[in-house]
């Protein structure tokens, strides 16, 4: 990945914008980008010396291109697959405004054997995905049978314990204890939300289904929690927002109240 990725003002969601709204993007996805960054830079070290081609990105549910057009336009070779066509097409519109190629699939995870060779991608993004499928462990098999060897899984997911803390500090708190209790990470019938995670269920999952070596972030732990009003102050708060994000999605205890947790995990080989 080239080094200008942070330079362009280009957020994990695609986001090209300016003041306010963009200091508050960057703040909620530079976690996730900094790490895709890392994570695409150890597979490029490893992968064949001297081979021209580049990694191979599947972004699984990518929905409208937000993640795969701006990796795209690193020089990757990425594919979406989603079951929605008027996202697909939308991700087409985004792709060619941007002069890149991005393959669009229609299909969800459970059709990845299908669209896709076995053992092809070197990098495959999960991003809020595994809260809305029938069977999570099934689906990320699916996802890992078109992992190459030695190739990651990006996962990022609800996280119920952030669920408990935004539905009390809502002062909801008979629907915050019962998300507590929920095995689902649910407060009830009426949750938009079909499943959360804790951390644990997510390492466990990847085990599960024989990826290696997880490791566990936290994504967006103040961002979601600030009043818009603090990005509005000025661009140095917006800033130390991020750098703060940083930090904070490491912290042993910080982490645990993030909205979202990002694993990334590696199929050996």
Do not use: C
Not at 138 to 144: F, K, P, R
Not at 150 to 178: K, T, W
């Amino acid at each position: 990945m080239t080094d200008n990725a942070s330079d362009v003002g280009v957020a994990v969601d695609g986001t090209h914008s300016s003041g306010p709204h963009r200091a508050a993007t960057v703040a909620r996805t530079a976690v996730v980008w900094d790490t895709l960054r890392t994570t695409l830079a150890g597979l490029e070290a490893g992968s064949s010396a001297g081979s021209a081609e580049p990694l191979s990105i599947v972004d699984a549910g990518g929905g409208t291109g937000g993640a795969a057009v701006p990796l795209a336009e690193l020089g990757y070779d990425v594919t979406v697959v989603d079951p929605n066509p008027d996202s697909l097409a939308a991700l087409e519109r985004r792709a060619a405004e941007s002069g890149v190629r991005v393959r669009a699939l229609q299909g969800d995870t459970r059709d990845l054997a299908d669209l896709l060779p076995a053992g092809q991608a070197h990098l495959v993004l999960v991003h809020s995905v595994l809260e809305y499928v029938d069977a999570p462990a099934a689906s990320l098999a699916d996802v890992v049978g078109i992992t190459r060897p030695g190739g990651a899984v990006s996962l990022l997911a609800a996280n119920s314990v952030a669920g408990v803390l935004h539905r009390a500090l809502a002062g909801h708190l008979e629907e915050a204890r019962r998300l507590l209790g929920d095995p689902e990470g649910r407060w009830g019938e009426s949750d938009p939300m079909p499943r959360r995670f804790t951390a644990e269920q997510l390492v466990a999952l990847t085990e599960q289904v024989g990826l290696a070596a997880p490791t566990v972030q936290g994504v967006r732990v103040f961002a979601d929690l600030l009043p818009g009003r603090v990005f509005e102050t000025d661009q140095q708060v917006g800033e130390q927002l991020v750098e703060l994000e940083k930090v904070a999605a490491e912290h042993p205890a910080l982490s645990g109240i993030a909205t979202q947790l990002h694993v990334v995990a590696h199929r050996p080989g």
